[in-house]
């Protein structure tokens, strides 16, 4: 993920978090600001949106505690606490740290002599703009202005840079190579998996038996692996599979539906062919009727038509086997005419051109068919799911066998095989490589910040930290 996907993320969190329909007293004259460090002044704003935040950073942590916590209880809340601290102390506290995180970047921004290039400009520009137009009722309620806002996603670039100017690379705090593949090593695996669903098209869980048969089939492509068949061809293999099987039950259904449609229709076929057959009876009594002369003239108008109708075909299948004996005995093999360049070498057609480029494209994916999942925790939650998580980082060894787990969380079988993630080498460079350093180093990192905080001299507002207690903000 890019960084300016990873701050259209965070930003989105926020307005998720808003979304709880939080309503607090709009900012008094004297509490407009939050604090001030140096010639800086911080809106109350800024202060607001990481209490929105850290409230629901709060209850996200409380309900994983007590999953039937009701969070709209405000007594029941104001009685609890989180890692030792009641819950209001705790979310002023990190709202307050972040200020001091972000008065602390703006001023080592300029320190340093950092800039915004034009491209970060649009992106923030745009960004303030689009979350603003969905988002300004909830945050102008919540005491959030545009320009607080605008700070908050400015601050995301001035960090990065501030970031990278000391963990990047000739940074005095320089990432090496090792140090990322020993972290990559130790918290994410590189892998392709092949999952086989314990349930039918439309979810639903399989009978005993039919479970039966996706296990045995599960086993059969574990055998292949084993064997040493290739792993993309082993998946593609399973995905024809599965569309063949899927064509089939489209047109098994086709089918079903078409002879409901004829058992509809012959229901009132039988009446309607004794209408036919009486009409027609009728018309035969009348013709008969209209005497002789009828009956001639109607035969030799049938002769006549048959005659000319016969000539005809005649001439064609005449005029057809004079062309055929002109050019031999045998009707002659369609030919392809083969086409050259200026070279006389085999030109390719544009069709082919095509159709080359689209495999050599594929074919240059050197990560086709791969996922790469984090090491999972109670507190990040596990990805695909607990059971599958644990068992790519327990049981599978890099390069070793494929291994089958069943997973009843996706209803599914995962045939996995995991691979060496040191040899990702996106990993290592550009956006992905920021991502992993700012995962690695974001707690020192900020503690780097807090510090530049204390010596930039940051005071905060008491009147405006007292206002702007995290319980006036109210659910709906």
């Known amino acids: 993920?890019?960084?300016?996907?990873?701050?259209?993320?965070?930003?989105?969190?926020?307005?998720?978090?808003?979304?709880?329909?939080?309503?607090?007293?709009?900012?008094?004259?004297?509490?407009?600001?939050?604090?001030?460090?140096?010639?800086?002044?911080?809106?109350?704003?800024?202060?607001?949106?990481?209490?929105?935040?850290?409230?629901?950073?709060?209850?996200?942590?409380?309900?994983?505690?007590?999953?039937?916590?009701?969070?709209?209880?405000?007594?029941?809340?104001?009685?609890?606490?989180?890692?030792?601290?009641n819950v209001?102390?705790?979310?002023?506290?990190?709202?307050?740290?972040?200020?001091?995180?972000?008065?602390?970047?703006?001023?080592?921004?300029?320190?340093?002599?950092?800039?915004?290039?034009?491209?970060?400009?649009?992106?923030?520009?745009?960004?303030?703009?689009?979350?603003?137009?969905?988002?300004?009722?909830?945050?102008?309620?919540?005491?959030?202005?545009?320009?607080?806002?605008?700070?908050?996603?400015?601050?995301?670039?001035?960090?990065?840079?501030?970031?990278?100017?000391?963990?990047?690379?000739?940074?005095?705090?320089?990432?090496?190579?090792?140090?990322?593949?020993?972290?990559?090593?130790?918290?994410?695996?590189?892998?392709?998996?092949?999952?086989?669903?314990?349930?039918?098209?439309?979810?639903?869980?399989?009978?005993?038996?039919?479970k039966a048969e996706v296990k045995k089939l599960a086993e059969e492509y574990k055998k292949k692996a084993e064997s040493g068949k290739n792993f993309d061809d082993l998946i593609k293999e399973y995905n024809d599979y599965k569309a063949k099987l899927a064509e089939e039950k489209e047109k098994e259904n086709a089918e079903v539906t078409g002879e409901a449609t004829v058992t509809t229709a012959v229901s009132g076929e039988e009446t309607e062919k004794e209408a036919e057959v009486t009409e027609t009876e009728d018309a035969a009594v009348t013709e008969a009727v209209s005497g002789?002369?009828?009956?001639?003239?109607?035969?030799?108008?049938?002769?006549?038509?048959?005659?000319?109708?016969?000539?005809?075909?005649?001439?064609?299948?005449?005029?057809?086997?004079?062309?055929?004996?002109?050019?031999?005995?045998?009707?002659?093999?369609?030919?392809?005419?083969?086409?050259?360049?200026?070279?006389?070498e085999p030109a390719v057609t544009e069709e082919a051109s095509d159709k080359a480029d689209e495999e050599t494209e594929e074919d240059a994916d050197p990560y086709k068919n791969e996922s790469v999942f984090k090491k999972g925790s109670e507190d990040d939650g596990y990805n695909p799911s607990e059971k599958v998580n644990k068992a790519v980082f327990n049981d599978c060894k890099v390069g070793g066998p494929a291994v089958?787990?069943?997973?009843?969380e996706n209803n599914g079988l995962y045939l996995i095989q995991r691979l060496d993630i040191t040899g990702r080498e996106d990993y290592f460079e550009g956006d992905q490589r920021t991502n992993m350093l700012t995962e690695m180093f974001k707690d020192d990192f900020d503690n780097m910040a807090l510090e530049w905080a204390e010596s930039f001299g940051i005071t905060f507002n008491n009147a405006a930290v007292k206002r702007y207690d995290p319980f006036n903000i109210k659910y709906e």
């Not at 939050?34 to 209490?51: E, P």
């Not at 089958?404 to 009843?408: A, N, S």
Request: overall charge negative.
């Open 1 to 85: 993920m890019s960084f300016n996907k990873n701050i259209y993320r965070k930003a989105l969190a926020a307005a998720t978090a808003l979304t709880m329909a939080f309503a607090v007293t709009a900012c008094g004259e004297g509490t407009s600001w939050i604090a001030k460090c140096q010639d800086d002044t911080i809106n109350s704003g800024i202060y607001i949106y990481y209490q929105t935040e850290a409230m629901s950073e709060a209850t996200s942590k409380l309900t994983k505690e007590n999953p039937d916590l009701d969070t709209k209880d405000e007594k029941l809340l104001k009685t609890l606490t989180v890692d030792g601290v």
């Open 88 to 210: 209001s102390q705790w979310v002023n506290d990190k709202a307050s740290k972040q200020v001091k995180i972000f008065a602390a970047v703006d001023q080592k921004f300029e320190e340093l002599g950092l800039e915004l290039t034009a491209e970060d400009k649009d992106n923030i520009k745009n960004m303030s703009e689009t979350f603003w137009q969905y988002y300004s009722g909830m945050y102008e309620k919540n005491g959030i202005g545009k320009e607080s806002f605008g700070k908050i996603v400015e601050h995301d670039y001035k960090r990065n840079k501030v970031f990278l100017h000391y963990y990047g690379e000739g940074g005095e705090k320089e990432c090496d190579d090792a140090q990322l593949a020993a972290y990559l090593e130790g918290n994410y695996s590189r892998v392709k998996y092949i999952k086989f669903d314990l349930t039918d098209s439309e979810g639903n869980a399989l009978d005993n038996d039919a």
């Open 292 to 344: 002789d002369e009828a009956a001639v003239t109607t035969a030799e108008t049938e002769v006549s038509e048959e005659g000319e109708t016969t000539a005809a075909a005649d001439k064609n299948e005449n005029e057809a086997s004079e062309t055929e004996a002109a050019s031999g005995d045998e009707k002659p093999a369609e030919t392809t005419v083969a086409v050259t360049d200026e070279n006389g």
């Open 404 to 408: 089958l787990v069943e997973d009843d």
